[in-house]
């Protein structure tokens, strides 16, 4: 039996009008129908109001069900989702069995939420990632421009001072020496900092050239020795897909040198399809029985990808530790780099 009420109705008058039908309906059978009911109500009688009873009630729910099982399908949606699984295949609902139906109205608009609300999430990601690298960039200047200055200014006082004092006092030309070298590791630092805050070897000579250069900080700060294996004729990327590339491989390796204990790396690029693929490889721990990583900023890394239309997985390795695999879409039209 298809509902006459026209689906644009809010669900409280659709409510209203199906009870309503049902109960003029069943008023009209009783004024229409010869049956009548004694002033003693015999049991045919009783069996007959107790029929009329029933099929009102299965009609009415019948009705009802078309309206409201949506509504019921929407709030067990809400309450098994979150911003993490918006962009799931599952988050969206289907109209039904009838896409014409009382429900579809609903089902279309919770729908509509979800990708206002995915949209939303995007645009704050992006603004929130962009507000971020701003900041990188300004702190990195300060630093270079203020700390770096302030440093090298340190650097060549000491070093006009170590000259003036006599040969004699060997005691304090040697406190002085330590003191310009601690300063002189200290403007190194800042540098490397600066350097990790806004790469400029990634604009100034590309993102091949800056791969490299990660892996090489990394080997000469301790870390473990990381193996370079990018394909040869990849297709160049928009500068944002460079830049989460560069992140992303940069988060990485860093989460490599604290918690995977790991002695050698493989630091991969390669196209795949579509699509250019980041690969980041380590010998160390791996990722827990949960699949948890210990600092993998996963969700950062994914938020970045999201933006250029990529994705995040992290696995386990073939050498036994964490694989960090990201792929970013290649543009349309670009040519090799």
Known sequence: MRAVVPPSLPLYWKVCLINGAVFVAGTLALVLSPASVSRQPLLSEVLVLAVGLGLMLATNAVLLRRSLAPVDRVVQQMDRLDLDSLDEVDARLEPGSSRRGPGARLVAAFDAMLARLDDERARSAGQALAAQEAERERVAQELHDEVGQSLTVVLLGLKQVERRVPPELVEVVDELALVRESARTGLDDVRRVARRLRPGVLADLG???????????????????????????????????????????????????????????????????????????????????????????????????????????????????????????????????
């Open 207 to 337: 993102l091949h050239a800056a791969l490299a250069s990660l892996a090489t900080d990394l080997a000469a700060h301790g870390g473990p020795h990381v193996r370079p294996d990018v394909a040869p004729g990849l297709p160049a990327l928009p500068a944002e897909s460079e830049l989460v590339v560069y992140r992303v491989a940069q988060e990485s390796l860093t989460n490599v040198a604290r918690h995977a204990s790991a002695r050698s790396v493989r630091l991969g690029l390669r196209r795949d399809g579509g699509h250019v693929v980041l690969e980041v490889d380590d010998d160390g721990v791996g990722p827990g029985a949960d699949g948890h990583v210990p600092g993998s900023g996963l969700a950062g890394m994914a938020e970045r990808a999201r933006l250029v239309g990529g994705d995040v997985e992290v696995g386990r390795s073939p050498q036994g530790g964490t694989r960090v695999r990201l792929r970013v879409p290649v543009g349309a039209g670009e040519g090799p780099a």
